[in-house]
């Protein structure tokens, strides 16, 4: 049965195996592109010798940036999984009707469920560890040039293990939908829905599975050069007593309604004893947020999967 399983979707696996090749293809051009530019303008060896890279690292940033800005769109790829695997997997055949044929022979339709959901899981999972693989070689010039981005939004999204477990929930989630829907376009568009729901949901509270970290820098001086910690949206100001101080204060101590520069900004808030205060997630905790968010979408994966087992396996023939 899995042979024929493999046989019935093997231009869906097919399909996605030629899309990482190719996707392989363009990482591999612009790989060798920043590692050349990088060599070029001497930021490679300014890294070397423990020099202020800055300027250089502006002119990296400002020629690679939006083209590495366009990686992060490959965070929908594990819900193309869900839709146009997952949604259809069931849904089909009901919609269809050719249930009837399906689940009426020899082979009993819990070993024709597992045998589809096994073989397709399998692609997925393999699917997210392509795309973590070439994307991990891909950031390996930035992660030199600029520091590691790991820890960042979007990009932790791409490495580790994270995306392995993305796409078996997404394909998870679309043969759930499939099985309660019964209708292909309605448990396409129900896997996007939920899928971006759920994402976005448990991104937006990844930065409490641990307690942050806090660091109190000078007002007029920059972010620890190349650590790549996660310095998250809530950090702030503080006074010279240590008290947070509000954006309200912050304008009628140096702005009073005039626009002035970040610079400027920065040593009137130093002049006044202001220091800045950042909540961080340290790079170091990378593969521990990493295993935590595949447990969690593993978890859901596994609990969809029982859910769509229950609804074919309830259902007359």
């Known amino acids: 049965m899995t042979w024929v399983a493999w046989r019935q ?17 363009i990482l591999a051009v612009q790989y060798w592109r920043m590692t050349g530019y990088a060599r070029a303008i001497g930021l490679d060896s300014c890294l070397r010798s423990g020099g202020t890279c800055g300027d250089l690292q502006g002119l990296f940033s400002d020629r690679f940036g939006p083209a590495l800005d366009m990686i992060a769109y490959l965070n929908l790829l594990p819900l193309a999984m869900g839709v ?10 009901l919609e269809q009707g050719t249930q009837r044929l399906a689940w009426t022979q020899s082979v009993p339709r819990g070993r024709w469920l597992a045998a589809k959901l096994t073989v397709l899981a399998a692609g997925a999972v393999l699917a997210g560890a392509g795309i973590s ?61 939920g899928f971006f729901a759920v994402r976005l949901g448990l991104e937006g509270q990844r930065w409490r ?11 007029d001086a920059g972010s620890p050069q190349r650590s790549g910690d996660w310095v998250l949206p809530s950090s702030g100001w503080i006074g010279p007593r240590g008290q947070l101080l509000s954006d309200r204060v912050l304008g009628s101590l140096c702005s009073n309604g005039h626009l002035v520069t970040r610079q400027l900004f920065a040593r009137c808030m130093a002049g006044h004893g202001v220091r800045r205060l950042e909540l961080y997630q340290p790079l170091s905790r990378f593969w521990t947020f990493q295993l935590a968010e595949l447990g969690a979408y593993l978890a ?18």
């Open 9 to 25: 979707h093997r231009a869906e696996l097919i399909a996605v195996a030629a899309l990482l090749g190719v996707l392989g293809a």
């Open 84 to 93: 146009f695997w997952g949604a259809p997997l069931v849904a089909r055949e």
């Open 133 to 193: 693989v070439l994307l991990g070689w891909e950031l390996k010039p930035v992660d030199a040039a600029l520091g590691s981005v790991r820890m960042q939004p979007n990009w932790f999204d791409l490495q580790g293990v994270a995306p392995a477990g993305y796409a078996v929930f997404a394909f998870a989630l679309g043969t759930a939908a499939g099985a309660l829907t019964r209708r292909t376009l309605v448990a396409m568009a129900s896997t996007a829905a």
């Open 209 to 219: 599975l641990l307690p942050p970290l806090r660091r109190v820098l000078p007002a």
């Open 300 to 317: 859901l994966a596994a609990g969809l999967l029982a859910v769509t087992c229950w609804l074919v396996l309830r259902r007359a023939s």
